[in-house]
């Protein structure tokens, strides 16, 4: 149970109006959304620090421009935020964020974290023929119905943690009937109830609708095996793997928009990894033939080893991919095991070490005796 | 600095022609195939067609079975040739003969990566061709059938080309010069019809010459009907380029509409990270120098009452065409990796070239000029300093001549 | 070409623990297999497992990773690293269905020459009978 502030407006509109109210009283002093860019259909993370600006803000505009962990990482990493702001984010985003806060390179201090129950988002090529608008009405029935919509990106139908775990507020949109008439506001915690303290609506207390949440979980989980099914029907192992990765231009743009990839200079782009001449002459002596540039499968494997166990499953990845290689399926599928294997989830607790930076001293007993 | 194109050919070359029954593809490939055979080339760096799949990669090949699947112009662009062939010569001298196979603007790529020290050509025997585009790559990937058969039709043809890529529709640099005095490449692949007619080997650099010797070719046919053949298309191309830069320059200049050319950006740099001519190891724009304080981020949100994530999306495309539009060689690269469809590569084929036409300089067209930028006339642009007095040094006209 | 095939298998070992093992391994004229070429190092803890992936890729038949045993560690905590770090390679090249046999992991002591010429002869068995490792044939890596 927790207290809900319920706004008799559809949810965006909803929402939008608490952002106002928050920024008006001076709860806060920006605003960290989704807004309009420009021409139609762009849409960008702002910090929205006039109010004036906050019509335009679109905050749960089904599209995902920039994982906002990432961008959020940019704006903490050299020090804390100084004054409060809210963020309106969503759950794979927050646990980027929370990641990446793990991993000091970012700071949560001084932020209030909004999220929603998420229906997902749609790939980022969708919105650029003009027609973006056009599944949005279709996008908001599936989320009242709780159903799994096959136009979203392939990582968003394929999610089970759309549910977010640390944030202060939560806005209900999965499974909720009346979306279109009200906005329901789950303060989690003391944070949430502060900013919340004051704004307009009506205040009761109420679950999280659970039995929708478990439906459309149990629909993603059986779309996650579909997925998951879908890169492995090639049985991968080496001859899959290359086929996977034919059409790939190393181009690392998986890497660079890859909220948990943080690294300034990634090592795959540092000098260790250019092959030298004789390198090609050799590989060309022993096999006939070498493919130029170099290390494409040791990119993506190597990627893998250092980063999957965090990877959140945002699909932003697959999304820049020039060549359509379905980078984020792979590093969800990776990273799942990963994860299980360490028992592990990224981004849903601030102090859980990420696996690669602690042990246990009687774990994986027997192995090497 | 001279304009290579205006350069005068001192004696007519000549070429050697190889009959093309089976096709211009097949035609070349049994060359390289001689060459591999005869050892007159150790190894040649080309795209080949990935078993089992639709896609093309670059391979450094000596085992005449990969040439199979090979194709001297694969129907898109993966990688621009010209960053390839930078990746295999950056570190290291090649011992073996190899040659490269690269379109036009993959081996203008390759000039200026040689003239900014990033590819050397010791050993490296460069093989450019006529090129009549390239598919869109995202295109390509999504209908591969389709977009084989759309460019078989420009590659013979030569026309109705709506299929390729724009850059690729507007390029009137699709041949090469095959000048001996100012070389980009050793030999050039002439093709001067369609896909049954003879090919010719133009040899430009003693280099090319020796290849064709120890090939025992002749280079006896004599070039004008190739020539004719070029110099027609390339007007078509020219006069399509000016028209349509003149009225893309039209939606594209001032503040705001050069702007909303750039609205849907995401920042993920890829058109950066493809592109042959920046090859810093770390973008200027990537690095620790970009990175702000919370507090820059609120001042400059309180500026204007909201600020975008993330910051300067301009300001890198602006930067990136300070740093590199002079050698920018139109080879489309960076909007085929556009996740977002944003015409980047139209925007920076234009503006490279009216910097080009400022400073008379034509990128990778020779390879023995100097980059603009690493050289000066001492009385030049003085419209700049006093403009009353003077005409401008040099004009904006676009030239056309070979 | 194949007439008797010996793999190449590189060995990760760290020099406090494993490397003295395989030290007191060839002063006690043991028989060490002639596939194994080691690499020493101050830690197994310093075995990135970009090493490790780096020697698969290039054409390595089996790649070792060796130390103290856990509690051990001239650094206290080191090798504890390196027993996730193989668990993550591993549990990598499972999903993608990679060849995870030819990874191994094994602690031996300064003392365990015997051990060290033990596994490092199991190892090489198991190798040699997998055959070469298929990235040796494969250009578009
Ligand atoms: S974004 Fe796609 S093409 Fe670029 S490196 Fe990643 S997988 Fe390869
Ligand atoms: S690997 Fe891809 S899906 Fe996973 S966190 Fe990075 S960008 Fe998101
Ligand atoms: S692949 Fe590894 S080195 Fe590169 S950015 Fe990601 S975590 Fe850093
Ligand atoms: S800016 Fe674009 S068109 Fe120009 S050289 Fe670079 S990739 Fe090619
Ligand atoms: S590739 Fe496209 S989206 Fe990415 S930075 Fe360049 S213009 Fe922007």
Request: glycine share 6%; with cysteine; aromatic share 8%.
């Amino acid at each position: 149970m927790s207290d809900v502030l319920k706004i008799k407006k559809p949810v965006e509109e909803g929402i939008t109006e608490f952002l106002k109210f928050l920024l008006e009283k001076n709860k806060v002093k920006g605003i960290f959304t989704l807004r309009k860019a420009g021409k139609t259909d762009s849409f960008s993370y702002s910090l929205i620090t006039d109010v004036e600006e906050i019509k335009n803000a679109a905050p749960l505009t089904p599209i995902m421009p920039a994982n906002a962990g990432q961008l959020l990482s940019s704006f903490t990493l050299e020090d804390a935020i100084k004054e409060p702001i809210a963020v309106v984010i969503r759950p794979c985003e927050l646990r980027a964020f929370v990641e990446l806060t793990k991993r000091t390179q970012a700071n949560m201090e001084n932020i209030y974290l909004i999220s929603s129950t998420c229906a997902g988002v749609f790939p980022l090529k969708s919105a650029q023929n003009g027609k973006f608008s056009q599944l949005l009405p279709k996008y908001w029935e599936a989320a009242k119905k709780s159903e799994v919509l096959a136009s979203l990106r392939p990582t968003c139908t394929a999610c089970e943690h759309f549910v977010p775990a640390l944030a202060d507020i939560t806005i209900s949109v999965v499974g909720n009937k009346n979306l279109t008439e009200e906005c329901s506001l789950h303060l989690n915690t003391s944070k949430g109830e502060e900013l919340a303290q004051g704004a307009p609506g009506n205040k009761t207390t109420e679950k999280l609708n659970d039995k929708e949440l478990a439906q459309l979980k149990e629909l993603r989980l059986k779309e996650r095996e579909k997925l998951f099914a879908s890169v492995n029907d090639k049985n991968l192992g080496l001859a899959g793997l290359v086929k996977t990765f034919a059409p790939c231009l190393s181009c690392h743009g998986c890497r660079q928009v890859c909220p948990i990839c943080f690294c300034t200079l990634c090592d795959f782009d540092s000098k260790t990894h250019e092959d030298t001449a004789s390198h090609y002459q050799s590989e060309l002596n022993q096999k006939g033939g070498a493919r130029v540039p170099s290390g494409t499968i040791f990119f993506h494997t190597g990627r893998m080893i250092h980063m999957a166990v965090s990877c959140v499953n945002c699909g932003m990845c697959s999304d820049v991919c020039p060549a359509d290689i379905p980078v984020a399926t792979l590093f969800s599928m990776v990273g799942e095991s990963l994860q299980k294997l360490f028992d592990y989830l990224p981004g849903r607790d601030l102090e859980e070490p990420a696996p690669s930076e602690t042990f246990i001293e009687n774990e994986f007993a027997g192995l090497g005796e | 600095m001279t304009a290579t194109e205006n350069i005068k050919i001192e004696k007519p070359p000549k070429g050697a022609s190889i009959p093309a029954k089976e096709g211009i593809k097949k035609a070349i490939l049994g060359v390289f195939k001689k060459a591999l055979e005869t050892e007159a080339l150790d190894a040649i760096m080309i795209p080949v067609k990935v078993p089992e799949t639709e896609s093309y990669a670059w391979v450094l090949l000596k085992d005449t079975t990969l040439l199979e699947n090979a194709d001297p112009l694969p129907p898109v662009m993966t990688i621009q040739g010209g960053k390839v062939l930078s990746d295999l010569t950056k570190h290291g001298k090649i011992n073996k003969n190899i040659a490269a196979v690269l379109r036009p603007c993959e081996t203008r790529a390759a000039v200026e990566l040689f003239k900014l020290k990033q590819l050397h050509f010791e050993n490296i025997t460069l093989i450019s061709i006529d090129c009549p585009g390239a598919i869109p790559l995202s295109e390509y990937l999504a209908e591969p059938e389709k977009s084989k058969k759309s460019f078989d039709n420009v590659l013979d043809k030569w026309d109705g080309d709506d299929a390729v890529r724009k850059v690729c529709q507007i390029c009137y640099r699709f041949s090469l010069p095959t000048l001996t005095n100012a070389p980009a490449s050793d030999l050039h692949i002439g093709l001067s019809g369609n896909t049954k007619d003879d090919v010719l080997l133009i040899p430009v650099t003693p280099k090319g010459e020796k290849i064709l010797e120890r090939l025992d070719l002749k280079a006896d046919s004599s070039l004008q009907k190739w020539e004719t053949k070029i110099k027609e298309i390339k007007k078509i191309k020219s006069q399509r380029r000016k028209k349509f830069n003149h009225d893309f320059k039209a939606n594209i200049s001032g503040p705001e509409k050069f702007t909303a050319v750039f609205d849907g950006c995401i920042n993920c740099h890829n058109c950066q990270s493809v592109c042959p001519i920046c090859y810093c190891q770390q973008c200027y724009f990537d690095s620790a120098t970009t990175k702000l304080s919370s507090e820059d981020y609120f001042r400059r949100a309180k500026e204007r009452g909201a600020l975008r994530f993330p910051l300067d999306t301009i300001l890198f495309h602006l930067g990136r065409m300070s740093h590199m539009a002079l050698s920018c060689v139109s080879c489309g690269a960076c909007e085929d990796a556009c996740p977002m469809s944003i015409s980047v590569s139209q925007v920076f084929s234009l503006v490279g070239e009216q910097t080009q036409q400022a400073f008379n300089y034509t990128p990778g067209i020779n390879r023995e000029e100097s980059l603009a930028l690493q050289d000066y006339l001492e009385d030049e642009f003085c419209e700049v300093e006093t403009p009353s007095e003077c005409e401008p040094t040099n004009s904006n006209e676009v030239k056309e001549n070979v | 070409m194949e007439k008797e095939y010996t793999p190449q298998i590189i060995g990760f070992l760290c020099t406090w623990c494993s490397y003295t093992g395989a030290d007191l391994a060839g002063v006690s004229r043991l028989q060490i297999p002639p596939s194994i070429r080691v690499i020493r190092l101050m830690c197994s803890g310093r075995i990135d497992p970009l090493f490790v992936t780096k020697a698969f890729i290039s054409g390595s038949d089996g790649v070792m990773m060796m130390g103290c045993h856990p509690g051990d560690c001239h650094y206290q905590k080191g090798n504890y690293y390196t027993r996730r770090r193989y668990k993550t390679i591993n549990s990598v090249f499972e999903s993608l269905h990679l060849d995870t046999e030819r990874i191994f992991l094994s602690w031996v002591s300064a003392s365990e020459g015997v051990k060290y010429a033990h596994v490092t002869k199991e190892f090489s068995d198991k190798i040699t009978g997998l055959g070469p490792n298929p990235v040796k044939k494969e250009i578009f890596l």
